[in-house]
């Protein structure tokens, strides 16, 4: 099965800054169609898990600008500029390219 | 608005079966595929298997034979039976929609937290 690392258990950061997330795959995600089969996603406690990106660098509807997806092959990476307060959550990625479909291990985003 | 909401018992006993219920609104489920997925205590996610638009399952090969993915169209429900259960399936379990198109999981359930003890 593809295992997803993502390196950063916690990530420290005041709000204002940029903070970048990682995560590695144990092989491309890229399909014949040319798109990448991985996705972001955000858990904040009481509310229901939102999907930020989608293809590796598509923001899902209403997700703000600040949050960017970039990446290819087996390196990908979810940026957040200028944090805010809300944005304190756990942060996952998800591969989709084969079964079975594997998580990272998630990053929670805390502030200083 | 599509909205999913899991239900079932908190509390299962080791080796029984876990059986939840995903009520799903604003959406059939005859589209798309639907899903079950667990957050184990420290935060390991796991996709367990889902249910196609056409009833067709798909299932994690690391849950073997103990789960199996059902639906009942009608009350536009689909559930998880999860068999011979232990305290390593104590965990927050997720029902949400993956959209065929692109792939990923784009509407989830609060999420529904079953111990397993005895």
């Known amino acids: 099965q593809i295992t997803l690392t993502q390196q950063a258990e916690s990530l420290w950061v005041s709000p204002g800054e940029k903070v970048s997330i990682t995560c590695r795959a144990s092989q491309s995600l890229l399909y014949t169609d040319g798109k990448h089969y991985l996705s972001w996603y955000q858990q904040r406690p009481g509310q229901t898990t939102k999907a930020l990106i989608y293809?590796?660098?598509i923001r899902t509807d209403g997700v703000p600008t600040r949050f960017i997806g970039s990446g290819s092959g087996t390196e990908f990476t979810l940026s957040i500029e200028d944090v805010q307060p809300e944005d304190i959550a756990l942060y996952y990625c998800l591969q989709t390219l084969k079964k079975p479909y594997t998580f990272g291990a998630g990053t929670k985003l805390e502030l200083k | 608005e599509v909205q999913l909401q899991e239900s079932g018992p908190g509390l299962v006993k080791p080796s029984q079966s876990l059986s939840l219920t995903c009520s799903v609104t604003g959406y059939s489920i005859t589209s798309n595929y639907w899903g079950w997925i667990r957050k184990f205590p420290g935060n390991k996610m796991e996709w367990m298997g889902y249910?196609?638009?056409?009833?067709?399952?798909s299932y994690n090969p690391s849950l073997k034979s103990r789960i199996s993915i059902t639906r009942d169209t009608s009350k536009n429900q689909f559930f998880l039976q999860l068999n011979s259960v232990t305290t390593e399936d104590t965990a927050t379990y997720y029902c949400?929609?993956?959209?065929?198109?692109?792939?990923?999981?784009?509407?989830w359930g609060q999420g529904v937290m079953v111990t397993v003890s005895s």
């Open positions: 949400a929609r993956l959209t065929t198109r692109v792939y990923y999981f784009d509407y």
């Open positions: 249910i196609s638009y056409s009833g067709s399952t």
């Open positions: 293809h590796a660098s």
